[in-house]
């Protein structure tokens, strides 16, 4: 059983086109992040969701937005997407309190 | 506010030699630290991390990493590399909770036959 799980793994789409990526964690976590890795491989954070709060990295656009219909999903939908939006999306959870985050395998989104 | 330095971009090794990857913090209070390694096409993976106690920390595939305080310094050593641990190095600084952390840059790791 994977642990966590993004669907899909590649992603082509046109510039201006609404897309998602959904990712399920069987862990029992209670904390779901969003990541987003370019093309140089910098790591960084956009969204961390529990059922208590949503943070938001402030550099992240408002194209950008979490959905989280129960506390094992947290799906990313992005609007009019564009050329720079393209880059690997990688979806992790973890338990509150000191623990490691398990990530998925990652989205690779290319954005024509 | 919190940052995670790894200074080496690139690192090339010959299989059999010992490694270690460097990884400098700040951070304002007792910092907790991770590990991931991210192989090709594939997501991260805990190495080992630290929260308190002993400071050299044993991880898994023969990894292990010494907190030093007065250096703000949490590097990754293995004393014989495998070939199978060419990929990418991240170091994670900050929150209790990893997810929350902020990560370094990576270290991408070379082994030669």
């Known amino acids: 059983d994977t642990a966590v799980s993004q669907t899909p793994k590649y992603l082509v789409t046109q510039m201006g086109n609404d897309k998602s990526i959904k990712c399920e964690q069987n862990?029992?976590?209670?904390?779901m992040y969003w990541y987003k890795q370019d093309s140089k491989k910098f790591l960084k954070i956009m969204f961390s969701y529990n059922n208590k709060e949503l943070i938001i990295n402030e550099t992240v656009p408002n194209r950008f937005s979490p959905k989280s219909p129960d506390k094992a999903h947290l799906n990313l939908h992005i609007n009019s997407l564009e050329l720079g939006d393209s880059a690997v999306y990688f979806c992790a959870s973890s338990q509150e309190g000191g623990s490691e985050a398990f990530f998925g395998q990652g989205t690779r989104l290319t954005v024509v | 506010a919190q940052s995670v330095t790894q200074p080496d971009i690139h690192i090339t090794v010959s299989e059999g030699a010992s490694l270690e990857l460097r990884c400098n913090y700040s951070?304002?209070?007792?910092?907790?630290l991770f590990w991931y390694v991210q192989s090709p096409g594939q997501g991260l993976q805990l190495l080992l991390k630290?929260?308190?106690?002993?400071?050299l920390v044993q991880g898994i595939k023969g990894f292990e990493a010494e907190f030093k305080r007065s250096q703000s310094s949490f590097n990754l050593r293995k004393p014989s590399v495998h070939w199978s641990d060419a990929a990418e190095y991240f170091c994670?600084?900050?929150?209790?909770?990893?997810?929350?952390?902020?990560f370094g840059d990576g270290t991408t790791l070379t082994v030669k036959p």
């Open positions: 994670a600084v900050g929150a209790t909770n990893a997810g929350k952390s902020t």
């Open positions: 862990l029992g976590h209670d904390t």
């Open positions: 630290y929260f308190s106690g002993d400071t």
């Open positions: 951070y304002g209070a007792t910092p907790y």
